[in-house]
């Protein structure tokens, strides 16, 4: 394909979208047809397999859960706001919902989070973010890691921190953290749809927010988002 | 207080006026979208969200007062505050109704449903979202050609509404989905006042650019 024969704007966005997302489904069913065909051979252990097979359809489903949720809430047909919800009990409720899983990742779970700080989302659309965040961290940031959570108030915004000191990512990666299907994990040897970051900026941009990231290599990662806080009524 | 804190501040109320008409779009969808999921809990977030609609209502109203009381403005700069103040009336009115959309969802429940009329619905508010976007952006670019435009998309909504009566109508013996059907008629009439909303507005930016008030339509004689 020569240069001239290339699509651009929003045709290519959309071109290279498809592309990526068959790829991305491409995988787990290769996998799914593999286990199919070991399962068939004699003397192996046929139930092992259809664990593994069932696993390849649970991140199938959720790649194309993923992927419809991102799609409504660019099409707007998915509200992020909805008036304002208190920060603290959610990121209580979704480091309870994880105990398990950080335990046996090893990973440390800590929030400053003062009471009455209130962000620009509906409690789904917080959860959404809270847990894309903590499963980040569980996939990416090694054993004895620590995942935070903390959030002031800063004039008329609200600076939410999420980080965590583990293993990180190449500097050179970072700035590619929020990209659809983006994977610093380049042998995918963990598990995920590559969508939890792009629908974490997607949110807080809706919610009129900015999103930035930080982080190297042994230096952890940092998400730094500042949200509106509320104001008063009086327009002029 | 100078003219130029006079224009920044009339500058300031029509922004505020746009951010509202967002809010409504917000609430319109939500409410839509708790119907269509039977989500109890969004649609009380959409009642709640109502709060945040009519903060925002007062904070405009005072605000065009307060530039009336003080700046007494006159022509266009007059014709723009008394717009403006239709204008955030009609948005809130349009929130209003999609509190009762999530308060019919609520009631509705325990109740049978028809999927393919709820999935009319959608089609109603896609409808009515794209009136409220040209209603505001109309008034926002003095566009009279495609204020009026309003008419033909409502006209739209107005058979939609129709439809579904019949629909209704045709739901048969159980009582359970008569008792739904006939909430589901309050759900099509208030997306169809959201319609008439947005003409209103249509009509506010009309006076706005040529200083005379007229409706668009006869059929809004007969409108609540």
């Not at chain 1, 309870?96 to 009455?116: I, K, T, Y």
């Not at chain 1, 629908?199 to 940092?222: C, M, N, P, S």
């Not at chain 2, 948005?91 to 109704?97: A, S």
Request: with cysteine; hydrophobic share 45%.
């Amino acid at each position: 394909m020569s240069a001239q024969d290339l699509p651009s704007g929003y045709e290519g966005l959309r071109v290279g979208f498809t592309a990526a997302v068959s790829h991305e489904l491409r995988t787990p069913l290769a996998r799914l047809l593999s286990l199919l065909d070991t399962a068939k051979l004699p003397g192996v252990d046929v139930q092992e397999l259809i664990e593994e097979a069932c696993a390849e359809v649970v991140e199938m489903t959720q790649l194309v859960d993923d992927i419809l949720f991102l799609s409504e809430l660019e099409q707007g047909r998915e509200v992020v706001a909805l008036g304002f919800t208190e920060l603290a009990p959610y990121v209580s409720e979704v480091f309870e919902a994880n105990r398990e899983r950080a335990l046996r990742a090893e990973l440390g779970l800590e929030q400053d989070v003062p009471a009455g700080i209130v962000v620009p989302m509906r409690p789904r659309m917080l959860l959404v973010l809270l847990g894309n965040l903590l499963d980040n961290a569980l996939r990416y940031a090694g054993r004895g890691a620590t995942f935070r959570v903390v959030a002031r108030l800063e004039g008329h915004h609200v600076v939410l921190e999420v980080s965590d000191d583990g293993a990180g990512v190449d500097a050179s990666d970072v700035p590619r953290l929020f990209e659809r299907f983006f994977r610093s994990d380049r042998s995918r040897t963990t598990r995920g749809t590559g969508l939890g970051l792009a629908i974490v900026k997607h949110i807080v941009g809706a919610a009129d927010g900015t999103a930035e990231v930080e982080g190297a290599l042994g230096q952890g990662t940092r998400f730094r988002f500042v949200l509106p806080a509320p104001r008063g009524a009086r327009i002029i | 207080m100078p003219r130029d804190v006079f224009h920044e501040q009339l500058e300031r109320l029509e922004a505020a006026i746009q951010e509202q008409g967002q809010l409504v779009l917000r609430a319109l969808r939500s409410s839509v979208n708790a119907l269509h999921r039977r989500d109890s809990g969004l649609a009380d977030e959409v009642i709640a969200f109502d709060d945040e609609i009519d903060r925002r209502y007062h904070g405009l109203q005072q605000g065009i007062e307060g530039l009336l009381a003080l700046q007494t403005p006159v022509a266009v700069d007059l014709r723009l505050v008394l717009a403006m103040l239709h204008v955030n009336l009609h948005l809130e009115r349009m929130g209003d109704h999609c509190v009762t959309i999530a308060k019919l969802t609520k009631l509705s429940q325990s109740l049978t449903s028809d999927p393919s009329l709820v999935a009319g619905f959608e089609d109603v508010a896609v409808r009515a979202e794209e009136m409220i976007r040209v209603a505001l952006a109309s008034f926002a670019t003095r566009d009279v050609a495609r204020a009026e435009m309003l008419v033909d998309l409502d006209e739209l909504i107005d058979r939609a509404n129709r439809r579904v009566v019949s629909h209704v109508l045709d739901l048969g013996g159980d009582a359970a989905l008569r008792e739904w059907g006939l909430r589901m008629i309050i759900v099509s009439r208030c997306l169809e006042r959201i319609g008439d909303h947005a003409v209103d507005i249509g009509e506010q930016t009309a006076y706005l650019v040529t200083g005379e008030f007229r409706e668009f339509t006869d059929a809004s004689h007969g409108r609540d």
